[in-house]
């Protein structure tokens, strides 16, 4: 089985600390588990877009690159799923 390496955009990260210490644990763990599996159930394929995906963590929304000739994967947004898709 082959597993993907993750990496952080800084802005990602940045997104990230802004978000309630409760809720951290759990979107870190769907994030996790895409190193095994970057095509999860609750996965969606971002529109206009040919390797931008997004999955649901809650209220929230983890944005996604797959590199698959590479095996990595590279968080592009964590966000409440009200503020996501802003181009701000």
């Not at 390496?5 to 802004?18: G, P, Q, T, V």
């Not at 996790?32 to 970057?38: A, F, M, T, V, Y």
């Not at 529109?47 to 997004?54: E, I, P, Y």
Request: net charge positive; proline share 3%.
């Amino acid at each position: 089985m082959l597993f993907y390496s993750i990496e952080w955009k800084a802005s990602a990260k940045k997104e990230l600390r802004k978000i309630d210490k409760q809720k951290i644990p759990k979107i870190l763990k769907a994030i996790e588990n895409l190193s095994s599996n970057p095509h999860p159930l609750n996965h969606k394929k971002i529109l206009g877009t040919q390797h931008n995906f997004r999955i649901r963590v809650g209220d929230y929304r983890v944005i996604y690159f797959i590199e698959d000739e590479k095996l990595i994967i590279e968080i592009i947004r964590v966000r409440h799923r009200k503020e996501v898709y802003s181009h701000r």
